[in-house]
């Protein structure tokens, strides 16, 4: 993906797909702080995997919750159970955040 947007000059230097993900994931963090927004640690391991995800797919849907590493914490259903209403929101806030 960063080659691509390298390649047709989106990007001015090569940084990695991955590690791109994870810089805007910490600043999708502080707005949230910033706006009020905290988060558990259980959250916050739910959070931090969909990134992972996110880093290595450009993305991540509802159905990949059904897969490792989300499995061992009851997959979609331990989603919805520790993050409650706002998991599809929190899934399409990081989606559009983080693959910008």
Known sequence: MSLIRYTIGQDNELVPYAEKVRER???????????????????????????????VSAGISPDDLDNAPFTERGGIDGAIRELGPRTATL???????LTA
């Open 25 to 55: 994931y910490a600043g999708w963090l502080r707005q949230q702080e910033q706006a009020g927004v905290t988060f558990t640690d259980a959250e916050r391991w739910w959070l931090d995997r969909m990134v992972e995800v996110i880093a």
């Open 91 to 97: 899934i399409d806030q990081l989606n559009t955040e």
